[in-house]
Nanobody, 122 residues
Framework: EVQLVESGGELVQAGGSLRLSCAASGFTSDDYAIGWFRQAPGKEREGVSCITSNDGRTDVADSVKGRFTISSDNAKNTVYLQMNSLKPEDTAVYYC???????????????WGQGTLVTVSP
C-alpha cells in the first residue's frame, strides 16, 4: 500500500521560506508521478508542482514559478517542495499526491497524503 506523509508546514512571515517534505512508502512500480497540490480556505484544490519518475520532468504552476522548486531524494524516498518568497496568498493546506502505474495496461492508483498547513502572515 502506497503511503504519503507530509511534514514541514508552519506559520511563516511573508517573504520567508519553508521546505515541505513528503515521505513515500509502499511503491511497487517505478512508473509514477509525485507532487504537491494545495487548497486554500474557500477555494478548490490546485496543482502546485510535480515530478515524473521515468524522465525526471518537473511541472510548476504559473502562480509559484520562480519561487517554488520540487526535488526528490530517491535514496530517502522523499519529495521536497522548497518554497521561497512566500506570500499570504500561498496560505493553504499542502497535500502530497502520487499517481502510480500498476500494470502494463496503464492502470494507475492515486494516493493522497493527509496534508500539512502552511500559513503566511502579512
Amino acid at each position: 500500500e502506497v503511503q504519503l506523509v507530509e511534514s514541514g508546514g508552519e506559520l511563516v512571515q511573508a517573504g520567508g521560506s519553508l521546505r515541505l517534505s513528503c515521505a513515500a512508502s509502499g511503491f511497487t512500480s517505478d512508473d509514477y508521478a509525485i507532487g504537491w497540490f494545495r487548497q486554500a480556505p474557500g477555494k478548490e484544490r490546485e496543482g502546485v508542482s510535480c515530478i515524473t519518475s521515468n524522465d525526471g520532468r518537473t511541472d510548476v504552476a504559473d502562480s509559484v514559478k520562480g519561487r517554488f522548486t520540487i526535488s526528490s531524494d530517491n535514496a530517502k524516498n522523499t519529495v521536497y517542495l522548497q518554497m521561497n518568497s512566500l506570500k499570504p496568498e500561498d496560505t493553504a493546506v499542502y497535500y502530497c499526491y502520487s499517481r502510480v502505474v500498476v500494470n502494463v495496461e496503464g492502470t494507475y492508483v492515486e494516493v493522497w497524503g493527509q496534508g500539512t498547513l502552511v500559513t503566511v502572515s502579512p
